[in-house]
Antibody, heavy 120, light 106 residues
């Protein structure tokens, strides 16, 4: 059974870069069975899809975040990562990593989520 | 982007009730719709995809229907474990969007 676990700082200062990692267990990140995604949830905006990447390198991002976000894969560590730069208080949210069967599909496995607060 | 609107926002029900939650898309999404259940402090859990396909392990009291712009999630007989918030999500394109959620409370 595929399991995902987010990790990273819980507090980030305004204008800095938010960096999170998702560790995958129970399966390989090199598989073609899944795409690797990030989603966030805040009281103000609900659930927002951030972006998604395949092992082959295809990446798609939410247009509203595209200029600030990147997702990358670390195959030796079986992890994938999220970087969101120039953060503001509106980026405060619970961040989830998840899997999707294709580049435009539902999310079938989720990590437990990590709260990231943007504050000085 | 495609806007997803759920109704009602909150639903009060009792154990054994039949519960129906609606989800409307701002444009046609064929049957590219999923439903999730979320409990406080937990990640969303996939219940249904492609509008009506039950995810493995999900109880058969959950069912989904609809196509185009109008969709419904039905719980045939509400159980204590079903009190949670439910979200719809469209995946007509790579730019997925979620509804704002429906909280099912006692």
């Amino acid at each position: 059974q595929l399991q995902l676990q987010e990790s990273g700082p819980g507090l980030v200062k305004p204008s800095e870069t938010l960096s999170l990692t998702c560790t995958v267990s129970g399966g390989s990140i090199t598989t073609n069975l899944y795409y690797w995604a990030w989603i966030r949830q805040s009281p103000g905006t609900g659930l927002d899809w951030i972006g998604i990447m395949s092992y082959s390198g295809s990446a798609f991002y939410n247009p509203s975040l595209k200029s600030r976000v990147s997702i990358s894969l670390d195959t030796p560590k079986n992890q994938f990562s999220l970087k969101l730069n120039s953060v503001t208080a509106t980026d405060t949210a619970v961040y989830f990593c998840a899997t999707s069967p294709s580049q435009d599909s539902y999310f079938d496995h989720w990590g437990q989520g990590i709260l990231v607060t943007v504050s000085s | 982007d495609i806007q997803m609107t759920q109704s009602p926002s909150t639903l009060s029900a009792s154990v054994g009730d039949r519960v129906t939650i609606s989800c409307r898309a701002s444009q046609s999404i064929s049957r590219w719709l999923a439903w999730y259940q979320q409990k406080p402090g937990k990640a969303p859990k996939l219940l249904i995809y492609t509008a009506s396909t039950l995810e493995s392990g999900v109880p058969s009291r959950f069912s989904g229907s609809g196509s185009g712009t109008e969709f419904t999630l039905t719980i045939s007989s509400l159980q204590p474990d079903d009190f949670a918030t439910y979200y719809c999500q469209q995946y007509n394109s790579y730019f997925r969007t979620f509804g704002q959620g429906t909280k099912v409370e006692i």
